[in-house]
């Protein structure tokens, strides 16, 4: 689960990493009264998921309480359309108004799961406040890698390799070397699978400060964490992943053309995979579970018949729990009550398999069933319009 910046940073401070002074405002005139309490210069910034902000004019410097609030009347109730957003953009509907600060210097830092080593990653760079993708690709000597050991935990050595690696001198080694070792307690009491700052800065007088941050969390967590379960933002995701999520079913937007619902994260990947060697790209999967009643396979159906993007879909079921009889079922229920307007494949293998297809074929829709994956990946893309 992402949340908003400003809310990232109200966690943030709890652990005592020091933010900017901000407030949140959802109309100009709350901006305004947000710049006057704060005073003096600040940044105006709009709240949504996703980056690139300040290219595409979500971040504007007002120098007082009326140019804050015309910035704050530029960004609320429109689209702002970033590299991350898509073309369409998302609403702005919250700023955060924060004090600005003189900058002497920007950097970047972050941690992350090392799925591979089983251990918090922390990466940092000098080349701060600029995509790190890039810095990566083009210089990634300037990329500094550390993990922390879940064994003996944050050592005082991680921040001070750290932070003389950056270039900061000895006062701000020290501070930096509390703000990691705040980091990475936040990291591990909220379940967070990434925390970013970027940029980090320092100010003339030496002092650091998380200037922006992103914080995403383990969704299978968060009934630990019912505060930061309470900062879910349903108007900056996909309505249909909502509304999976409400169903108890996982539903994945992704940018191709053909709508999978399958049973199982491993049998979604290898089903994302066939499809696309046979020439096209899954416009979403959808995962009903291993013990999926009829009437959840139905909602699901549902839910990938509304993806305006779905030109066909497949459904590739493994029956292990799951009885292929009731899955056939509630796809030939679910087709019922909605017009199927997208050619359908389905391959269903396992318990009662050969009633199912029988149920499919005796059931009058116009589908088509395979019995191998990688026939039924060949005929859905040849259903969506052939190879890419």
């Known amino acids: 689960m992402n ?10 401070a709890r652990f005592g990493v020091p933010v900017p002074e901000g407030r949140v405002a959802t109309t100009p005139e709350e901006a305004r009264a947000a710049a006057e309490a704060l005073g003096g210069r600040v940044v105006v910034k709009a709240q949504i998921h996703a980056g690139g902000r300040g290219k595409a004019g979500g971040v504007k410097l007002a120098d007082g ?15 702002l359309v970033t590299p991350q957003t898509g073309l369409q953009g998302r609403v702005v509907r ?11 210097h920007e950097y970047y830092l972050s941690l992350l799961v090392d799925r591979a080593q089983a251990k918090i990653l ?8 600029v995509e790190i993708e890039k810095v990566a690709a083009e210089s990634p000597e300037k990329l500094l890698k550390l993990h922390v050991d879940p064994v003996t935990g944050y050592q005082g050595w991680l921040g001070r390799r750290l932070g003389f690696g950056l270039g900061l001198d000895a006062r701000q ?7 990691l070792r705040a980091l990475v307690r936040c990291f591990e009491e909220t379940d967070a699978s990434l925390i970013e700052i970027n940029p980090l800065v320092t100010t003339p007088d030496g002092s650091l400060f998380a200037l922006d941050a992103k914080l995403n969390f383990d969704d299978n967590a968060l009934y630990r964490h019912e505060e930061i379960a309470a900062m879910r933002d349903p108007g900056e995701e996909d309505p249909l992943e909502v509304e999976a999520s409400e169903a108890g079913l996982n539903y994945i937007k992704l940018d191709g053309s053909v709508g999978c619902m399958v049973n199982g994260a491993g049998l979604a990947m290898a089903t994302m995979d066939i499809i696309d060697l046979a020439g096209a790209r899954p416009a979403n999967f959808l995962d009903v579970g291993g013990g999926a009643s009829k009437e ?6 549902r839910i ?31 087709a019922r009550e909605v017009e199927l307007t997208v050619p359908l494949v389905v391959r269903l293998q396992g318990t009662n398999a050969a009633e199912a297809r029988k149920l499919l074929a005796d059931s009058g829709l116009e589908l088509e069933v395979a019995e191998a994956l990688d026939e039924a990946a060949r005929a859905v893309v040849a259903a969506a319009g052939g190879a890419r």
């Open 65 to 79: 309480p009326e140019e804050a609030e015309r910035a704050a009347a530029g960004m609320l109730g429109r689209a």
């Open 122 to 129: 922390v990466m940092a760079s000098a080349e701060g406040g």
């Open 173 to 179: 080694v020290r501070a930096f070397d509390g703000m």
């Open 3 to 12: 949340v908003h910046e400003y809310q990232a940073k109200e966690i943030l």
């Open 304 to 334: 990938l018949l509304r993806d305006p993007d779905v030109r066909a879909v497949l459904v590739n079921i493994f029956g292990g729990i799951v009885r292929c009889d009731r899955v056939a079922q509630g796809i030939v229920d679910a």
């Open 94 to 104: 919250k700023v955060y108004v924060t004090r600005a600060l003189d900058i002497a």
């Open 296 to 301: 959840a396979v139905a909602k699901a159906f």
